[in-house]
Protein backbone atom coordinates (compact mmCIF):
# COMPACT_ATOMS: atom_id res chain seq x y z
CA UNK A 1 0.00 0.00 0.00
CA UNK A 2 3.24 2.20 0.70
CA UNK A 3 4.59 1.58 -2.61
CA UNK A 4 1.18 2.40 -4.52
CA UNK A 5 0.85 5.67 -2.87
CA UNK A 6 4.54 6.49 -2.88
CA UNK A 7 4.39 5.42 -7.04
CA UNK A 8 0.76 7.43 -7.50
CA UNK A 9 2.28 10.90 -5.68
CA UNK A 10 5.71 9.90 -7.46
CA UNK A 11 3.31 10.13 -11.36
CA UNK A 12 1.01 12.99 -9.86
CA UNK A 13 4.25 15.31 -9.60
CA UNK A 14 5.37 14.17 -12.85
CA UNK A 15 2.38 15.02 -14.63
CA UNK A 16 1.81 18.53 -13.08
CA UNK A 17 5.43 19.46 -13.52
CA UNK A 18 5.13 18.43 -17.16
CA UNK A 19 2.11 20.14 -17.53
CA UNK A 20 3.31 23.19 -15.42
CA UNK A 21 6.21 23.73 -18.24
CA UNK A 22 4.00 23.98 -21.28
CA UNK A 23 2.82 27.04 -21.01
CA UNK A 24 6.36 27.98 -21.39
CA UNK A 25 7.63 26.38 -23.55
CA UNK A 26 4.66 27.76 -25.89
CA UNK A 27 5.55 31.22 -25.06
CA UNK A 28 9.43 30.96 -25.95
CA UNK A 29 8.51 29.06 -28.96
CA UNK A 30 6.61 32.01 -29.61
CA UNK A 31 8.99 34.39 -28.94
CA UNK A 32 11.74 32.37 -30.79
CA UNK A 33 9.81 33.09 -33.72
CA UNK A 34 8.80 36.58 -33.41
CA UNK A 35 12.25 37.11 -33.27
CA UNK A 36 12.83 35.84 -36.59
CA UNK A 37 10.74 38.56 -37.71
CA UNK A 38 12.13 41.65 -36.02
CA UNK A 39 13.46 44.32 -37.95
CA UNK A 40 16.52 46.77 -37.27
CA UNK A 41 15.72 50.54 -35.48
CA UNK A 42 15.97 53.77 -36.80
CA UNK A 43 17.08 56.91 -34.33
CA UNK A 44 13.96 58.61 -33.99
CA UNK A 45 14.28 62.30 -34.69
CA UNK A 46 12.33 65.08 -34.29
CA UNK A 47 11.16 65.29 -37.64
CA UNK A 48 9.90 62.02 -37.33
CA UNK A 49 7.06 63.61 -34.08
CA UNK A 50 6.08 66.63 -35.64
CA UNK A 51 2.99 64.59 -36.78
CA UNK A 52 2.06 63.64 -33.72
CA UNK A 53 0.08 66.18 -31.10
CA UNK A 54 2.32 68.38 -28.71
CA UNK A 55 1.40 66.44 -25.76
CA UNK A 56 2.82 63.30 -27.02
CA UNK A 57 5.82 65.00 -28.96
CA UNK A 58 6.27 66.40 -25.09
CA UNK A 59 5.67 63.16 -23.31
CA UNK A 60 8.58 61.70 -26.55
CA UNK A 61 11.07 64.05 -25.58
CA UNK A 62 10.87 63.64 -21.50
CA UNK A 63 10.88 59.90 -22.04
CA UNK A 64 14.35 60.50 -24.16
CA UNK A 65 13.24 58.50 -27.35
CA UNK A 66 14.12 61.11 -29.44
CA UNK A 67 17.73 60.45 -30.62
CA UNK A 68 17.31 57.16 -29.83
CA UNK A 69 16.49 53.83 -31.71
CA UNK A 70 13.20 53.30 -32.22
CA UNK A 71 12.11 50.74 -29.81
CA UNK A 72 11.09 47.72 -31.87
CA UNK A 73 11.08 45.05 -29.22
CA UNK A 74 11.00 45.34 -25.41
CA UNK A 75 11.63 42.18 -23.16
CA UNK A 76 9.83 43.36 -19.53
CA UNK A 77 9.87 41.09 -15.76
CA UNK A 78 6.88 42.62 -13.63
CA UNK A 79 6.15 41.26 -10.12
CA UNK A 80 3.57 42.46 -7.41
CA UNK A 81 0.28 41.71 -6.52
CA UNK A 82 -2.55 40.38 -8.46
CA UNK A 83 -6.53 39.04 -7.72
CA UNK A 84 -8.98 36.80 -9.62
CA UNK A 85 -12.21 38.72 -8.47
CA UNK A 86 -13.20 41.71 -6.33
CA UNK A 87 -13.93 39.85 -3.51
CA UNK A 88 -10.83 37.37 -3.71
CA UNK A 89 -7.53 38.24 -1.82
CA UNK A 90 -4.29 39.88 -3.26
CA UNK A 91 -1.57 37.03 -4.49
CA UNK A 92 1.73 37.45 -5.31
CA UNK A 93 2.78 37.02 -8.81
CA UNK A 94 5.70 37.29 -11.71
CA UNK A 95 5.47 38.03 -14.99
CA UNK A 96 7.71 37.86 -18.38
CA UNK A 97 7.07 39.31 -21.47
CA UNK A 98 7.92 40.00 -24.78
CA UNK A 99 6.44 42.89 -27.15
CA UNK A 100 7.53 43.20 -31.07
CA UNK A 101 6.01 46.07 -32.88
CA UNK A 102 7.06 45.95 -36.59
CA UNK A 103 4.34 43.30 -36.61
CA UNK A 104 2.60 43.90 -33.32
CA UNK A 105 2.63 41.07 -30.68
CA UNK A 106 2.97 40.10 -27.26
CA UNK A 107 3.77 37.24 -25.64
CA UNK A 108 2.92 37.21 -22.13
CA UNK A 109 4.08 34.48 -18.75
CA UNK A 110 2.63 34.79 -15.45
CA UNK A 111 3.29 32.61 -12.50
CA UNK A 112 1.52 33.34 -9.11
CA UNK A 113 0.51 31.13 -6.02
CA UNK A 114 -3.31 31.46 -4.95
CA UNK A 115 -3.81 30.00 -0.92
CA UNK A 116 -0.52 28.06 -1.84
CA UNK A 117 -1.79 26.49 -4.88
CA UNK A 118 0.48 27.60 -8.36
CA UNK A 119 -1.17 28.99 -10.86
CA UNK A 120 0.14 30.03 -14.46
CA UNK A 121 -1.04 32.03 -17.05
CA UNK A 122 0.02 32.48 -21.32
CA UNK A 123 -1.05 35.30 -23.07
CA UNK A 124 -0.55 35.29 -26.87
CA UNK A 125 -1.04 37.93 -29.42
CA UNK A 126 0.02 37.68 -32.74
CA UNK A 127 -1.63 38.11 -36.46
CA UNK A 128 -4.10 40.21 -35.29
CA UNK A 129 -5.48 37.36 -32.62
CA UNK A 130 -4.95 36.73 -29.32
CA UNK A 131 -6.11 33.66 -26.50
CA UNK A 132 -5.55 33.84 -23.14
CA UNK A 133 -4.70 30.22 -21.00
CA UNK A 134 -5.00 29.94 -17.34
CA UNK A 135 -4.14 26.78 -15.42
CA UNK A 136 -4.03 25.79 -11.75
CA UNK A 137 -2.00 22.98 -10.29
CA UNK A 138 -0.61 22.72 -13.69
CA UNK A 139 -3.53 20.75 -14.49
CA UNK A 140 -7.12 22.48 -14.49
CA UNK A 141 -7.83 24.80 -16.58
CA UNK A 142 -9.46 27.84 -15.05
CA UNK A 143 -9.47 30.17 -18.35
CA UNK A 144 -9.31 29.85 -22.16
CA UNK A 145 -9.89 32.75 -23.79
CA UNK A 146 -9.98 33.28 -27.87
CA UNK A 147 -12.26 35.57 -30.68
CA UNK A 148 -12.98 38.41 -31.61
CA UNK A 149 -13.88 40.05 -28.18
CA UNK A 150 -10.27 38.87 -26.92
CA UNK A 151 -8.46 40.24 -29.76
CA UNK A 152 -10.04 43.72 -29.21
CA UNK A 153 -9.19 43.49 -25.61
CA UNK A 154 -5.72 41.84 -26.32
CA UNK A 155 -5.13 44.75 -28.29
CA UNK A 156 -6.01 47.49 -25.98
CA UNK A 157 -3.49 46.23 -24.03
CA UNK A 158 -0.94 45.83 -26.92
CA UNK A 159 -1.55 49.67 -27.90
CA UNK A 160 -1.05 50.54 -24.01
CA UNK A 161 1.90 48.58 -23.62
CA UNK A 162 3.27 50.75 -26.23
CA UNK A 163 2.10 53.96 -24.87
CA UNK A 164 4.05 53.37 -21.39
CA UNK A 165 6.98 50.91 -22.22
CA UNK A 166 7.92 51.84 -25.52
CA UNK A 167 6.87 55.60 -26.80
CA UNK A 168 9.37 55.56 -29.45
CA UNK A 169 7.36 53.23 -31.46
CA UNK A 170 4.46 55.36 -31.27
CA UNK A 171 5.64 57.50 -34.20
CA UNK A 172 5.34 54.83 -36.71
CA UNK A 173 2.09 53.30 -35.40
CA UNK A 174 -0.68 53.31 -37.17
CA UNK A 175 -2.41 55.54 -34.92
CA UNK A 176 -5.46 58.44 -35.28
CA UNK A 177 -5.11 61.71 -33.12
CA UNK A 178 -7.14 63.95 -31.18
CA UNK A 179 -5.80 66.73 -28.92
CA UNK A 180 -8.36 67.09 -26.08
CA UNK A 181 -6.78 69.97 -24.75
CA UNK A 182 -3.27 70.82 -23.36
CA UNK A 183 -2.79 67.48 -21.38
CA UNK A 184 -5.07 65.02 -23.05
CA UNK A 185 -5.24 63.46 -26.29
CA UNK A 186 -7.45 60.69 -27.37
CA UNK A 187 -6.03 57.82 -29.62
CA UNK A 188 -8.01 55.17 -31.88
CA UNK A 189 -5.31 52.29 -32.69
CA UNK A 190 -5.63 49.96 -35.39
CA UNK A 191 -4.40 46.85 -36.63
CA UNK A 192 -5.64 44.56 -38.97
CA UNK A 193 -9.33 44.24 -38.34
CA UNK A 194 -8.84 45.30 -34.80
CA UNK A 195 -9.65 49.00 -34.03
CA UNK A 196 -9.60 50.38 -30.49
CA UNK A 197 -9.62 53.84 -28.94
CA UNK A 198 -7.92 55.05 -25.64
CA UNK A 199 -7.61 58.45 -23.98
CA UNK A 200 -4.01 59.41 -22.60
CA UNK A 201 -3.17 61.76 -19.40
CA UNK A 202 -0.29 63.58 -19.41
CA UNK A 203 1.19 65.94 -16.72
CA UNK A 204 3.11 69.54 -16.96
CA UNK A 205 6.28 67.92 -17.00
CA UNK A 206 5.25 65.58 -19.77
CA UNK A 207 4.43 62.01 -17.80
CA UNK A 208 2.26 60.22 -19.21
CA UNK A 209 -0.19 59.52 -16.09
CA UNK A 210 -3.06 57.43 -17.05
CA UNK A 211 -4.47 55.38 -19.83
CA UNK A 212 -8.25 54.76 -20.49
CA UNK A 213 -9.90 52.27 -22.75
CA UNK A 214 -13.59 51.36 -22.88
CA UNK A 215 -12.88 48.84 -25.68
CA UNK A 216 -11.09 46.10 -23.37
CA UNK A 217 -13.26 43.12 -22.17
CA UNK A 218 -12.91 41.93 -18.41
CA UNK A 219 -13.90 37.94 -18.08
CA UNK A 220 -12.47 35.34 -15.75
CA UNK A 221 -12.72 32.22 -17.63
CA UNK A 222 -12.87 33.61 -21.33
CA UNK A 223 -16.44 32.64 -21.29
CA UNK A 224 -18.68 35.52 -20.27
CA UNK A 225 -17.44 39.13 -20.80
CA UNK A 226 -18.21 42.01 -19.28
CA UNK A 227 -17.42 45.78 -20.76
CA UNK A 228 -15.90 48.33 -17.92
CA UNK A 229 -13.66 50.86 -18.42
CA UNK A 230 -9.90 50.12 -18.02
CA UNK A 231 -7.44 52.66 -16.82
CA UNK A 232 -3.72 51.76 -16.13
CA UNK A 233 -2.83 54.70 -13.79
CA UNK A 234 1.16 54.90 -13.87
CA UNK A 235 3.87 56.67 -11.83
CA UNK A 236 7.52 56.55 -10.45
CA UNK A 237 9.69 56.91 -14.00
CA UNK A 238 13.08 55.85 -14.02
CA UNK A 239 15.74 55.46 -16.64
CA UNK A 240 16.47 52.16 -17.79
CA UNK A 241 19.05 52.09 -20.73
CA UNK A 242 18.50 56.10 -21.39
CA UNK A 243 14.97 55.59 -21.48
CA UNK A 244 12.62 56.96 -19.17
CA UNK A 245 9.55 54.69 -18.41
CA UNK A 246 7.56 54.11 -15.36
CA UNK A 247 8.48 51.26 -12.55
CA UNK A 248 4.93 51.38 -10.73
CA UNK A 249 1.74 50.76 -12.48
CA UNK A 250 -2.17 49.61 -11.91
CA UNK A 251 -4.93 47.80 -13.73
CA UNK A 252 -8.19 48.70 -12.64
CA UNK A 253 -11.89 47.93 -13.58
CA UNK A 254 -14.13 50.96 -13.24
CA UNK A 255 -17.18 48.47 -12.31
CA UNK A 256 -21.10 49.93 -11.59
CA UNK A 257 -20.01 48.62 -7.55
CA UNK A 258 -17.10 50.60 -7.91
CA UNK A 259 -13.53 50.35 -8.87
CA UNK A 260 -11.42 46.71 -8.89
CA UNK A 261 -7.50 47.43 -8.91
CA UNK A 262 -6.94 43.63 -9.64
CA UNK A 263 -3.00 44.37 -10.66
CA UNK A 264 -0.42 46.21 -8.94
CA UNK A 265 2.99 45.93 -11.01
CA UNK A 266 6.50 46.57 -9.85
CA UNK A 267 9.34 46.79 -12.72
CA UNK A 268 11.86 44.55 -12.04
CA UNK A 269 13.64 45.18 -15.93
CA UNK A 270 13.62 46.11 -18.85
CA UNK A 271 15.58 45.48 -22.16
CA UNK A 272 14.88 47.21 -25.42
CA UNK A 273 15.45 46.06 -28.75
CA UNK A 274 16.40 42.02 -27.68
CA UNK A 275 18.11 40.21 -30.40
CA UNK A 276 17.30 37.13 -28.58
CA UNK A 277 15.40 35.48 -25.79
CA UNK A 278 16.95 36.25 -22.35
CA UNK A 279 18.11 33.62 -21.05
Given at each position: MKQFISFFLIFTF?????????YRKTWRSEVEKAYQQSSQSKILTMSDIEHLPVPVQKYLIYTKSVGMPVINNIHIRF???FKMAPDKPY?????????FYSNPSRFYYMT????????KGLHVYKNENATMKIKIAGLFTVADASGAKMNQGETVTVFNDM????????????VEWETVDSLTVKAIYTNGENRIS?????NEEGQLINFISDDRFQS???????????????????????RMIPSYGEAIWDMPEGQYCYGK???????????????
Open positions: TIMTTFSQSTGWARFNSEQYNMRVKGIGACLMAPSALAFANATLYFADGKEYQSYSWSTPVGSYIEVEGFELKEADFNCTELKK
